[in-house]
């Protein structure tokens, strides 16, 4: 059996996120005794996606894509496997109560465009339930080739031999840093007459976006993680966080990072809208190793 790995996703082709995925599937594969001549990345478009799958079965009999598969529009990866197989997408009950239990779950409300994960091939494929996420997979099987769909996930990588760790391997020891022993109940405010310097800019990448089309706020660390001069030199470690979220930035805004250092060691960051409106503040506290 000839294989093809699909990666689907713009993030990909601008080289914003990396593709362990096809890294993972290959080793796998190879392990199963299945060859794979090629691997192939297409971006969100579904004229391209479509002409990459038919280009692909003319050369493999199986093709495994990853992404494509959430709940917004730009997500068609299903969608054109089955214009390709000729079948009809019907709701699964069991695939949307089980997507309504991983929001319950996660304490979030389900939206509507999250309905169209629980969409599955009428004829000819077999569904993938999913328990760790809300996408399930999908196997379509006609005439002789097969398409598999799977989600993509965050996994754990170790830096120093680029492979993938299971979280059972993984040793976090070292990362303890003491009883947490302050709250605070106040809101963060960066002092007006503070003066900080302009230290870069972030664009807002659609790899960036939550489901309300807006940039998830779990990635605002990562960003101003990228302006404190200790952590790439491994001399200190994060050891208190305090955020401030006050306009939300939507996709295509550039958000610039403005930084100063208060006397007492920790870094205050302030994020700007295009349109000038405050963004973040956030105060970042350091421990040396």
Not at 147 to 170: A, G, N
Request: hydrophobic share 40%; net charge negative.
């Amino acid at each position: 059996m000839r294989a093809e790995i699909m990666a689907v996703g713009t993030e990909l082709l601008l080289g914003d996120i990396l593709n362990t995925n096809a890294q993972f599937l290959a080793q796998e594969l190879a392990n199963l005794g299945i060859e794979v001549y090629y691997q192939t990345v297409v971006g969100d478009n579904p004229q391209r996606l479509k002409d990459t799958i038919y280009h692909a079965f003319s050369r493999a009999d199986l093709i495994i894509t990853t992404g494509g598969l959430g709940p917004t529009e730009d997500d068609l990866t299903k969608e054109t496997a089955a214009e390709y197989f000729g079948v009809d997408l019907v709701l699964d009950e069991r695939a949307l109560g089980r997507i309504q239990k991983f929001f319950d779950r996660i304490g979030r409300k389900m939206t509507d465009n999250n309905i169209k994960q629980a969409m599955v091939p009428a004829t000819n494929g077999i569904v993938l339930y999913n328990d760790n996420g809300s996408a399930p997979g999908i196997i379509i099987e006609k005439d002789g080739k097969t398409l598999v769909m799977v989600s993509s996930y965050w996994v754990l990588v170790d830096i120093e031999s680029r492979k993938l760790l299971k979280v059972d391997d993984v040793n976090i020891d070292n990362y303890y840093i003491g009883e947490f022993v302050e709250l605070y109940k106040d809101k963060l405010k960066v002092p007006r007459d503070l003066e900080l310097e302009e230290v870069g800019k972030k664009e807002i990448m659609y790899c960036d976006l939550d489901t309300n089309g807006h940039m998830n706020n779990t990635y605002y660390m990562d960003v101003i993680s990228n302006y404190i001069p200790e952590l790439p030199a491994g001399t200190h470690r994060i050891k208190s966080v305090r955020l401030h979220y006050s306009k939300e930035a939507p996709f295509g805004d550039t958000i610039t990072i403005f930084r100063a250092k208060t006397e007492e060691g920790k870094y205050l960051f302030k994020t700007v809208k295009e349109n000038g409106e405050m963004n973040i503040a956030c105060e970042v506290g350091l421990i040396e190793l």
